[in-house]
């Protein structure tokens, strides 16, 4: 009995609890409150009060600045709700009314089909999802080229995010579209809450660092650019703090354009705003790189001796870091030992993805080949890049182009 009692209590305290957040959050949230009052008016059948209400939101809606989904989701919400308390011959008169929310509808559904298959396609590059062509999704991203939605900045800037994961244009057509994509997301951004304006910006971040890695150099400076304007507009920021890993990748950025002062600004600048735990380490990460890009391999191997990294991810880049600096320094002996141990130290982390896995590994592999080529005196540079061209999913394969380029 005791234990029956001690079950329902905590039920109750469960169900207490549950309707305490759903309270606070209606309080925090403006649009909730406005959409819950008018349901309460339609159940108590104040009508005219309801229309009122539903006219004034509108207005409110329509006088804020943003316009990505959910402005497009809430008025034709406000719609629905408007013609759900209209009698059959009163609706038939709002046929304008109706075309509109057919409009609206059909905006919220583009866009946010658009976005979600632009994420599928994102997520596919690196974990290999199987799944079958989306239903609509060519008609829709032709729909979106045409009026009347050409012209409404979030369905168009999502249609082109689409059309860019798809990669199925020549170089050139997406570069085209990269420029057009970038020029219309930076000044329709501010129409935009600010959970999708990084989402917008990181997509963009994310196909320029694709296409360095794909040997067009000119979109590594667009990447440090888009990085630089991400941080003056504060995008970047999760609950007031830098990723780790977002932190880092900024750094590698600037380094890989010889933007040294520059990284090394920012990384003492920034720093106060890394998790607490994982401060140390990854400043440490940071400044090993930018000493490993600028050739003082001795200070490199010495901060990594300082730090010991608790995901896979960061352990992986120290070990990078190890490998150039080796290299750099023409310590090839140390260099050998440690390409001998590297794959087991790869497939030991069972919590990494298989591809990533795959393409640690054929980056060890590759490193030993170049090494190999050295000792022969006489490097087929040619073959080596061609190889590589062959296959850019290797890990790390600027660097391995670089030191390939390098060779004499």
């Known amino acids: 009995d005791a234990i029956k009692k001690l079950s329902y209590v905590s039920s109750d305290l469960t169900k207490l609890l549950e309707g305490y957040f759903v309270w606070k959050e209606t309080q925090e949230n403006k649009i909730e409150q406005e959409f819950l009052l008018i349901k309460v008016l339609q159940k108590r059948k104040l009508n005219d009060y309801s229309k009122t209400k539903i006219e004034q939101f509108k207005q409110e809606l329509e006088q804020q600045p943003e316009r990505d989904a959910n402005y497009f989701y809430h008025q034709a919400s406000l719609n629905y709700l408007y013609f759900d308390q209209l009698k059959t011959h009163e609706a038939a008169k709002e046929f304008d009314t109706f075309l509109e929310s057919i409009k609206l509808l059909d905006t919220f559904y583009f866009t946010m089909k658009l976005k979600y298959a632009h994420a599928l396609k994102s997520w596919n590059k690196v974990l290999r999802l199987n799944f079958e062509k989306l239903a609509l999704i060519d008609a829709i991203t032709q729909k979106a080229t045409e009026k ?86 504060k995008l970047l920021l999760d609950n007031g703090h830098f990723l780790s890993i977002t932190f880092y990748n900024i750094v590698s950025v600037a380094c890989n354009i010889t933007k040294f002062d520059w990284a090394a600004l920012f990384i003492e600048q920034y720093n106060y705003l890394l998790p607490d735990d994982e401060k140390k380490d990854i400043h440490n990460l940071s400044l090993d790189l930018l000493e490993c890009s600028r050739g003082n391999y001795d200070i490199a191997i010495a901060l990594l001796q300082e730090v010991k990294f608790k995901h896979y991810n960061f352990s992986m880049t120290a070990k990078y870091l190890t490998a150039r600096s080796y290299y750099g320094q023409g310590n090839f002996y140390a260099l050998f030992n440690f390409l001998d141990s590297y794959p087991a130290f790869v497939r030991r982390h069972t919590h990494m993805p298989e591809v990533l896995k795959e393409r640690l590994l054929q980056f060890s592999s590759f490193l030993r080949k170049i090494l190999k080529q ?13 190889a590589l061209n062959e296959n850019r999913k290797i890990a790390y394969i600027s660097w391995l182009i670089k030191i390939v380029q390098a060779l004499k």
Do not use: W
Not at 195 to 201: C, G, L, N, R, Y
Not at 376 to 385: F, W
């Open 148 to 233: 009347p939605f050409a012209n409404i900045p979030i369905l168009n800037i999502y249609n082109k995010l689409y059309t860019l994961s798809e990669r199925q244009d020549t170089p050139e057509k997406l570069n085209d579209l990269f420029f057009s994509l970038k020029n219309n997301a930076i000044q329709h951004l501010h129409t935009f809450e600010r959970k999708t304006q990084t989402e917008v910006i990181l997509s963009l971040i994310q196909f320029c660092n694709e296409m360095g890695n794909e040997g067009m150099p000119h979109f590594r400076e667009e990447l440090f650019n888009l990085y630089k304007f991400a941080i003056d507009n």
């Open 374 to 386: 050295q000792e022969t005196r006489n490097p087929d540079k040619e073959a080596l890049l061609k």
